[in-house]
């Protein structure tokens, strides 16, 4: 019988993987099925662009199935629950299909609820956020904008900086800057988790008039009187309140049983295979390594768990190329700059000045990325 290998998840990571191990395991040597629950493949970094109107939602999404190979079926329904030791997952239509490899590609999920006061809250991390967040901005004035973070891990670690820089270029480019403050609350005693970064952009925020709290975890929101207040206790007045939800894994992994207490899929660091049950491995923002939930890492982990599961499916030996921690990512830094974010399990990060060539290499990147990253090609 031909080796079944499921993709749960047709985002970033899950549709590299199914287009590699297909071209991998060619002439009928594995099939390959990706379910994802919307059929819509979106491309989240273009959420920052949305909120302050230099994108618009159309050029961020795509057909799932004009992205995958021809030889890879898609299954357009909710996983609910897997069964690793029947080797099954279950359908919200009650149907269950079989596999021999299982890849968790599920992503992370935003839960704002768990904000006490957070649900009126903006966001950029959704479509809709974002083009809610777009109509807001377009109705203000005059006022305070506190941009929060509800909490660590969270996707794309740069973006609510990027976002500052984003919003700063907004409000000048209204001619409302001189009335409006821009405020960044962060959970940490830097502007983000990575401190060499936070460290070349902390004078750029102070230059541009940002005002950077740090040691700010967001626990509620009073919208009547407009305030945010942080676990530390500190509290911080707002107009227009943006904040990055908490994440958590998605409920399929906790209805399952596959994950830690928020829904993290537990996977050797290097091989991305899961720490406790055989034929089933994860990538991206869905599994529980330390490190940052990003479209990069999903881009790098893919190519690798393609090689190990057609490796496996096919019955041959799994290939010595394991996982490094590789991450590349870029921020934007305002005023059509931008710089990078280099470094993997070995090296630490290193982030150059920020450049013209880099906010274009960004752009470039976000244009090509339809005709490059789901494919596995590296642009
Ligand atoms: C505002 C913003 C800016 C960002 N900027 C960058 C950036 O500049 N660079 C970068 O590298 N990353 C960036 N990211 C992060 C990046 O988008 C994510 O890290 C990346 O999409 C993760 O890929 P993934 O494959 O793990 O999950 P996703 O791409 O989120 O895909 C998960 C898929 O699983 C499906 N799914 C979920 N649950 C189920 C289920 N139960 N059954 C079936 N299907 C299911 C979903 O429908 C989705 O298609 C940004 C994110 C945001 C929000």
């Not at 989240?44 to 618009?56: K, S």
């Not at 973006?159 to 960044?184: H, M, N, T, W």
């Not at 050797?268 to 940052?292: C, Q, R």
């Not at 059509?336 to 906010?359: C, E, K, L, V």
Request: glycine content about 10%; proline content about 7%; some cysteine.
């Amino acid at each position: 019988m031909t080796p079944e290998v499921l993709i749960l998840g047709g985002g970033v990571g899950g549709t590299i993987a199914a287009n590699l191990i297909a071209k991998k395991t060619a002439g009928g040597r594995a099939h390959g099925t990706v379910i994802d629950s919307t059929g819509i493949h979106v491309y989240q970094p273009g959420f920052l662009y949305l909120a302050v109107g230099q994108e618009n939602p159309g050029a961020l999404q795509r057909a799932e199935a004009q992205l995958l190979r021809p030889d890879v079926t898609l299954v357009v329904e909710r996983a609910i629950r897997v069964d690793p030791d029947a080797k099954k997952v279950w359908l919200g239509s009650g149907r269950s299909l079989r596999y021999d490899q299982l890849l968790i590609a599920t992503g992370s999920r935003t839960v704002m609820e768990e904000i006490p006061g957070g649900a009126g809250a903006h966001t950029f991390y959704s479509m809709v956020g974002a083009e809610r967040l777009y109509q807001a901005l377009g109705a203000f004035e005059r006022g305070t904008i506190v941009i929060g973070v509800a909490g660590i891990p969270y996707k794309c670690p740069p973006a609510p900086v990027e976002f500052a820089f984003l919003l700063d270029d907004y409000l000048r480019s209204r001619g409302i800057r001189g009335q409006s403050e821009i405020k960044l609350l962060s959970p940490l005693n830097r502007a983000f988790t990575i401190e060499a970064t936070s460290k070349l952009v902390q004078p750029i925020l102070a230059e541009r008039g940002i005002e950077l709290t740090g040691f700010f975890n967001v626990e509620s929101v009073d919208p009547i009187e407009r305030t945010v207040t942080s676990i530390e206790g500190e509290t911080v007045a707002y107009d227009l309140l943006v904040l990055v939800p908490p994440h958590r894994g998605q409920k399929v992994i906790d209805d399952s049983g596959l994950g830690d207490e928020r829904g993290w899929v537990p996977v050797d660091k290097n091989t991305l295979k899961h720490k406790v049950h055989d034929s089933v491995w994860a990538i991206g923002d869905a599994t529980n390594i330390p490190i940052s939930k990003s479209g990069s890492v999903a881009h790098y982990e893919a190519s690798i768990v393609a090689a190990e599961i057609a490796a496996a499916a096919k019955g041959e030996p799994a290939p010595t190329h394991v996982y490094d921690g590789k991450v590349m990512c870029f921020l934007e830094t305002g005023k059509g700059q931008a710089t990078t974010i280099r470094f993997d399990y070995d090296h630490p990060p290193t982030s150059p000045t920020p450049a013209r060539r880099w906010h274009w290499a960004k752009a470039l990147f976000n244009k090509t990325y339809w005709h490059t990253v789901p494919q596995g090609r590296v642009p």
